[in-house]
C-alpha cells in the first residue's frame, strides 16, 4: 500500500517567494496533520483537518502560512512570504478515527531551505 | 497545556548493552501514548500505543511500558540497526474527539559494534 506521500523532498529557495508544499494521504484516512520539525524545537504541528475540514490551526505560526484541504486526497502547505527562518523539515501525516486512538502515519518530508 | 519531555537525549549503547529511555508527560485526561522511531531523512514510523497504566507492549528487542506519568521503552540486547531516534507522542482526552498529538523531542539512539 502506498503510505503518505509529499513532494517535493528538498525545496531551496530565496526569501520573499512563494513555497507550496503538497501531501497526498493515505487512501480512507480521515484526519491529515501537518506539522514542521526543527533541531530546536522537535515536531510541532501546525494544522490538523477532519474530513477535509480545518479543525485546529493554533499552531500555524503566522499569517504567512495557510493551508488547504480540497479534496480527501490532496493537501497544500504554503509560505507566502516565506523567511530563512521557516527552515525546516515538513512532515504530513494521516490517520483514520476508526476507535480513536488510531496511529497517524507520516510520509518522508519536504526538506525547506530558505535563503 | 500538554507536555511531554524525554531522556536522555542522547544514548550510545554497545551492541548487547540493554537500557531504557524515558518519556514523562503532563496532560489532561491520557486517551493514548504513541512511540515512534525516526531513521535519519524520513519521516517517523509507528511502533506502539499505549492506553492505560500497567500496560505493556512488545515488539522484537523492544518493550514499551506505562505508569500514570511515565513511559519507558525499553531495549534489549540492541543492534546497530536499532539505532534510531525514538520520539514519544501523547494524545489528550478532548470534548468531541480529536485525533492531536504532542511530541517529545526524542531519544536519540546509537548502538555500536
Redo the contacts between chains.
Sequence with gaps: DAG?IQSPRHEVTEMGQEVTLRCKPISGHD?L?WYRQTMM?????LI?F?NNVP??DSGMPEDRFSAKMPNASFSTLKIQPSEPRDSAVY?C?S?F?GL??????????TRLSIL | EDQVTQSPEALRLQEGESSSLNCSYTVSGL??L?W?RQDP??????LF?L?SAGEEKEKERLKATLTKKESFLHITAPKPEDSATY?C?V?ARLTG??????????TQLKVEL
Design positions: 503518505v484526519y496533520f524545537r522537535g515536531l510541532e504541528l490538523y477532519n479543525i485546529d512532515f501525516a490517520s478515527w480513536g486512538n488510531q496511529p497517524q502515519h507520516f510520509g518522508d518530508g | 486517551r493514548g504513541f515512534y531523512g524520513k519521516g517517523p514510523e509507528f500505543t492506553y520520539l507522542a494524545q474527539g480529536g485525533n492531536k498529538l504532542t511530541f517529545g523531542t526524542g
